[in-house]
């Protein structure tokens, strides 16, 4: 379970380049993806089940996950979700389908909380052969992704530690094709 705040959580079905990174980045904070090409589904947090993508999932907090508007910068929305690491998750029924294939990407903004073990961000699973997921391993302060499209595995990890000294974006891509 994750121990900190996300927003602005996002799922294209194509792979991000390294100028559509850029652009999301330098905002400072989570801008308004809505309108971009490969864009499936698209949660801002907004303090309700606002999901801006043409293919809406209504998301669920669960075991006491909120809406938080204390930790938020100016440069971001109102709200984040804020989950405590001991059993708080967010679910979004039928999200699986969109990584169901061999490319894509995921973009989310994270807070961390002080923590000493790993923690889960998020799984997205639409059948045994098409699961993506990111987790924070504790051990070496890295973000750390796992991929399998089409039942062809990938993994990656950050080069740089993730530490709970603010907000970071985690840009998450794969292609089996080009392994």
């Not at 379970?1 to 980045?25: H, M, P, Q, R």
């Not at 801006?52 to 909120?66: F, R």
């Amino acid at each position: 379970y994750w121990k900190g705040n996300i927003d602005d959580f996002a799922i294209f079905d194509g792979v991000l380049t390294s100028a559509e990174v850029t652009a999301i980045y330098n905002g400072g904070g989570p801008k308004d993806e809505s309108n971009h090409d490969h864009l499936v589904e698209y949660w801002r947090f907004e303090n309700n089940t606002y999901n801006s993508s043409s293919n809406p999932n209504a998301i669920t907090l669960v075991n006491g996950a909120t809406y938080d508007s204390g930790d938020v910068s100016t440069a971001f929305d109102t709200y984040s979700i804020l989950l405590d690491g001991t059993d708080d998750y967010v679910t979004v029924d039928g999200a699986g389908s969109r990584v169901a294939g061999a490319l894509g990407s995921v973009s989310i903004w994270i807070k961390l909380d002080t923590v000493t073990h790993s923690h889960w961000l998020y799984e997205i699973w639409a059948d045994d052969n098409n699961v993506v997921r990111a987790y924070y391993h504790g051990g070496t302060n890295q973000m750390r992704c796992e991929h399998k499209g089409g039942g062809t595995e990938g993994n990656c990890a950050t080069t740089t530690a993730v530490e709970n000294n603010g907000w970071h974006h985690l840009v998450h891509t794969w292609d089996t094709g080009e392994n």
